[in-house]
């Protein structure tokens, strides 16, 4: 979410593509995260306007309320670490379900990760890969 506000603060247009681009997502994880930005930040003196084959655009319209918003603790941007690449969900994914100590369904954590399930479940090939390969040196061993 504080990436796609990164991006939408230089005040130009991106469309739902370019910025799944920036943020090494699907465009419908975008979609879905520009309706929750939206909702969080509306309160506080700014909007995304959606405009039909351009893009969507942070209009700030009281920059006072807006920017005392940012500075909060709460603000977009403080929650827990999510990975962003293949490669560093790979290992979160790993390191997660290493340490979970019950049973994971793949709808929360898809939700929690902010992809989709078919990523998610890609995703969990490799780290089943890695696992096979892992088991099968240590077994050699």
């Known amino acids: 979410m504080k990436q796609i506000l990164d991006i939408l603060s230089d005040r130009d247009y991106y469309t739902a593509e370019m910025l799944a681009e ?9 979609r879905n995260l ?8 509306e309160p506080h ?7 039909y084959g351009v893009g969507y655009f942070l209009n700030i319209q009281d920059i006072e ?12 941007g403080s929650e827990e670490y999510l990975p ?7 290992q979160y994914l790993l390191e997660y379900l290493i340490n979970s100590g019950s049973y994971v ?18 995703d969990l090939k490799e780290v089943e890969q890695y696992l096979k390969i892992q088991y099968s040196r240590n077994t050699q061993a």
Do not use: F, M, P
């Not at 520009?34 to 930040?41: G, R, S, T, Y």
């Not at 309320?65 to 977009?76: F, G, I, N, Q, S």
């Not at 989709?116 to 479940?121: E, G």
């Open 84 to 90: 962003s690449t293949s490669e560093e969900r790979i």
């Open 22 to 30: 920036e943020i090494h997502a699907g465009t419908k994880t975008v």
């Open 45 to 51: 003196g700014a909007v995304i306007v959606s405009k």
């Open 105 to 122: 369904k793949l709808e929360k954590l898809s939700e929690s990760l902010y992809i989709s399930k078919r990523t998610l479940t890609e």
């Open 34 to 41: 520009l309706k929750e930005i939206n909702q969080e930040i």
């Open 65 to 76: 309320k807006y920017e005392a918003y940012c500075r909060k603790d709460h603000a977009l």
